[in-house]
C-alpha cells in the first residue's frame, strides 16, 4: 500500500493513494520510526546463551522446553531484533506485546492525485474523508505489562534482556494452562489450550490455527542461528498429538466466516469493502467481475499497511477509500477477507495489473527495519497464497508473486509515484520456503541467468531516510542488492531514467536494486563481481563465491529481433486498436521511457495477450473484457516487471 517512491525529502510512511493529506495516525497504532532501538544487551560471548535462557525459563515455570521454543519459534524465530518492537508493539524472541510504549508521535498520510485504479479510463475523484479515533488497545496488544505482573520482572528488562523476555513468556503460558484448570504437564501435548490463549486472539478460528502452526512446529523441529549469533535448536517431534479439547474450554468465540475464500488451514473472517455508489459517476471502491471466466488471474501482489490493523479495517469500509482482497494480521495471522476472487480490487496503481490480481496487505510499516513480521503472519501468508495459486494456476514465482514495488508505472507519469512496499525487509528467501518452492541453484556456474539470492541476516546494505530526517536505517538483513555502474563499490549507482531523480540509497528509492528470486540475464563478469542488463544499462553487484548474492539458473530470455537498434518497453500489455468493439474506446498503447537495446537480453516470465477490463460504471452491464491478437511478454526488466511486444523480440535460452 505504500507510496512514492523517489523523494528524497518525503517523511516515510507517506503513500500515494486516492484522497489527498488524510491523516491516518487517529485510525492506526502507528510505530516509532525507528533508528533509536535501544542498544543490545551486553550478554558475553556465548553463541548458545538463548538456548540456555530457554531451558531455565522451561523449568522455572514448569513449562516443557519445547513448547516454548515452538512458541517463541513462531513468533520471532528466535530473533530479538536489537530489542526493537514490531509492528504491534511486540519485543523479544516471545514478541511480548506493549504498543502503549510503541505508539509513534509521528503521522502517517495519504496523498497523490492519480486515480486509484490505475486507469484514465473515467476521471478521478479525490474526496476527503476523515478517518475516525481508534478504540483501545485490545488484549493482545499488551501482553508485555502482564507478563511483568507475573514475574516481577520491569517491563523495561523483558523488552530489551531476551532471557528475560523468554521468562515472560514462559509465564504467561504457564498463567494460561492454569486459567484452563490444567495441571503444569511435562507432556507437550497436554499444552495445546494454552498455545491458543498465548496467541492473543479473541476467536477460537485463530487460536486453533496459531496453535496448530506451533504444533506443526514441534513436530518437525528447527535449528538456526538467529539475527545476534544465537545457535538454537528444537528438536522433531514427529508422533507428536496434541490434546485440542482444551481449546474447547477456553471460552473463545466463533467468528462468522461464511463466504470467505480462504484454504481450511487458517482462520479468515470477512470484513467486506463496500461496492457504493458516490457524488456525480463516482463509485468504489472496487469493480465487479467474472474472474477467472471472463479474465484469468496472473498475479498475487504482497503489500504493507503503513498502518496497524484497527485503523486499517476501517479504512477498508470506507467506499471512498482503495481496496484490496485480503489484509493478514501481525500478531496472530488472522485473515480478512474484503473483496472477492472474482471482482477487481484497486489497489496496484495499475489498472492492467489490478484486473489480472488478487492483493494481498500485511500490516507492517516498510521504512522501520525493526518495525518486523512475525513468523504467524509469514505462515499464514503462505497458506493463502498456495490456496489461491492452485485455485488460479498461478505459477509461485518471482514474476507471478509480486511486491507492490515490482509493479510497473503504466505510463511514463505515473513511475515517479509507484509504490515502494514491502521494500527492502520483507524476507523473500524465507518466504518462499514457506511456499514450498525454494529458491536454488539450477544451472552450471556459467550459465546465462542468475536468481538473485542474498543471505538474508548477513546482506545489510545501508539504507537512508527510515525517519523523517533521513538519518541511516538501523542495520537489518534484506532481501536486495546493490547495483552500481562499475565493479568498484564506489562507482556511480545505476539510474533509472523514469524516476528522474539521481540514484540514493534511500529505502524508497528502487533506481539500483534487485531483490531476491528475480532472475536476470548476465551481461559480463569481473572477478567476484557479476553485471546484469538492468533497465536498459549494464549492473554489477558483488557476488563472491565464498557468499555469493547471486546463484546460476535456468531461463528463456528475450533479445530484440535481428535488424532492431531498440525495442520499446510497456507498462502494460493492452491489446491493439482493431480489438476493441463498438462503444469501447480503444486504449492508448503507448511505451514507457524505456528500451531493451540490441545485444541485451532478459528473462521472461510468461507470454500473455493484450487485454484490458474496461469497467467504468457502477453497473457491471456495460463492463467489457478486450482480448486483443498482439502477444507480448512479460520480463524483468528493472526492480518492476515490463512489458514487450513479441513482434519485437526474440526468444533465447532453454526453458526453466
Not at 480462504?262 to 461496492?275: G, L, R
Amino acid at each position: 500500500m505504500r507510496g512514492s517512491a523517489t523523494d528524497p525529502t518525503s517523511a516515510p510512511g507517506h503513500r500515494r493513494l486516492r484522497r489527498t493529506a488524510v491523516p491516518l495516525a487517529s485510525a492506526a497504532l502507528l510505530l516509532p520510526l525507528l533508528g533509536a532501538a535501544p542498544s543490545p544487551t551486553a550478554t558475553g560471548s556465548s553463541t548458545h546463551r538463548l538456548q540456555h535462557a530457554f531451558a531455565t525459563a522451561a523449568a522455572d515455570y514448569h513449562v516443557p522446553q519445547s513448547v516454548l521454543l515452538a512458541v517463541s519459534y513462531l513468533q520471532s524465530r528466535w530473533d530479538r531484533h536489537g530489542g526493537a518492537p514490531s509492528v504491534t508493539g511486540g519485543y523479544g524472541p516471545m514478541h511480548l506485546t506493549d504498543a502503549r510504549t510503541a505508539i509513534a508521535a509521528a503521522e502517517h498520510f495519504a496523498e497523490g492525485t492519480e486515480d486509484a485504479r490505475g486507469d484514465t479510463a473515467r476521471p478521478p475523484l479525490h474526496p476527503a474523508v476523515e478517518v475516525p479515533a481508534g478504540s483501545a488497545l485490545p488484549a493482545r496488544l499488551k501482553t508485555l505489562p502482564r507478563a511483568a505482573e507475573l514475574t516481577g520482572i520491569p517491563a523495561e528488562q523483558l523488552r530489551t534482556d531476551p532471557a528475560a523476555n523468554v521468562a515472560g513468556g514462559a509465564a504467561l503460558l504457564a498463567a494460561a494452562q492454569k486459567e484452563l484448570g490444567a495441571p503444569l504437564s511435562a507432556d507437550p501435548a497436554d499444552w495445546y489450550g494454552a498455545v491458543a490463549r498465548f496467541s492473543g486472539a479473541d476467536d477460537a478460528a485463530t487460536a486453533a490455527a496459531y496453535a496448530d502452526d506451533v504444533y506443526d512446529v514441534l513436530r518437525t523441529g528447527e535449528e538456526r542461528t538467529t539475527d545476534d549469533g544465537q545457535q538454537v535448536a528444537l528438536a522433531a517431534q514427529p508422533g507428536l498429538t496434541a490434546d485440542t479439547a482444551r481449546l474447547e474450554r477456553a471460552g473463545l468465540r466463533t467468528l462468522p466466516a461464511e463466504g470467505t475464500e480462504c484454504p481450511a488451514s487458517v482462520s479468515c473472517v470477512s470484513v467486506p469493502a463496500p461496492y457504493a455508489e458516490f457524488g456525480d459517476n463516482d463509485y468504489g471502491n472496487h469493480d465487479l467481475g467474472d474472474r477467472p471466466a471472463a479474465q484469468s488471474i496472473r498475479y498475487l501482489v504482497i503489500h504493507d499497511t503503513e498502518g496497524a490493523w484497527e485503523g486499517v479495517m476501517k479504512l477498508i469500509q470506507d467506499p471512498t477509500y482503495v481496496s484490496w482482497n485480503y489484509t493478514i494480521r501481525s500478531t496472530d495471522g488472522l485473515i480478512a477477507q474484503h473483496v472477492k476472487g472474482k471482482d477487481v480490487a484497486w489497489h496496484a496503481g495499475n489498472w492492467y495489473v489490478n484486473a489480472k490480481s488478487i492483493g494481498i496487505e500485511h500490516e507492517g510499516f516498510l521504512a522501520s527495519p525493526d518495525a518486523w513480521y512475525t513468523e504467524a503472519m509469514y505462515r499464514s501468508s503462505a497458506r493463502l497464497v498456495r490456496y489461491l495459486a492452485r485455485t488460479y494456476d498461478i505459477p509461485l514465482d518471482r514474476q507471478h508473486i509480486l511486491g507492490h514495488d515490482n509493479v510497473p508505472g503504466p505510463t511514463a507519469s505515473t513511475i515517479p509515484g509507484m509504490h515502494t512496499d514491502p521494500g527492502p525487509y520483507w524476507d523473500w528467501r524465507h518466504y518462499f520456503r514457506l511456499l514450498g518452492h525454494p529458491f536454488r541453484r539450477t544451472a552450471g556456474h556459467h550459465s546465462p541467468v542468475v536468481t538473485i539470492l542474498p543471505d538474508y541476516a548477513a546482506n545489510r546494505p545501508v539504507y537512508t531516510g527510515c525517519t523523517a530526517k533521513g538519518e541511516p536505517c538501523a542495520a537489518h538483513g534484506s532481501s536486495e542488492v546493490r547495483l552500481y555502474t562499475d565493479h568498484d563499490v564506489t562507482a556511480p549507482l545505476v539510474k533509472d531514467i523514469g524516476l528522474r531523480t539521481e540514484p540514493t540509497d534511500g529505502v524508497n528509492d528502487l533506481s539500483s536494486r534487485v531483490s531476491t528470486g528475480q532472475q536476470y540475464a548476465v551481461a559480463d563478469r569481473w572477478g567476484d563481481w557479476t553485471a546484469i542488463w538492468y533497465l536498459g544499462q549494464k549492473a554489477w553487484f558483488q557476488n563472491p563465491r565464498g557468499n555469493p548474492a547471486a546463484v546460476p539458473a535456468k531461463g528463456l530470455m528475450v533479445t530484440p529481433r535481428e535488424g532492431l537498434a531498440s525495442v520499446p518497453v510497456y507498462g502494460r500489455a493492452y491489446p491493439e486498436k482493431e480489438a476493441y468493439p463498438a462503444g469501447v474506446p480503444a486504449q492508448s498503447v503507448v511505451a514507457l521511457p524505456y528500451t531493451i537495446p540490441a545485444g541485451q537480453r532478459y528473462v521472461v516470465g510468461e507470454e500473455v495477450p493484450g487485454e484490458y477490463y474496461y469497467a467504468v460504471t457502477f453497473t457491471p452491464d456495460a463492463h467489457r473484457v478486450v482480448v486483443g491478437k498482439e502477444l507480448y511478454y512479460e520480463i524483468q526488466y528493472g526492480h518492476r516487471v515490463g512489458f514487450v511486444r513479441a513482434a519485437d523480440v526474440t526468444l533465447v535460452g532453454a526453458a526453466r
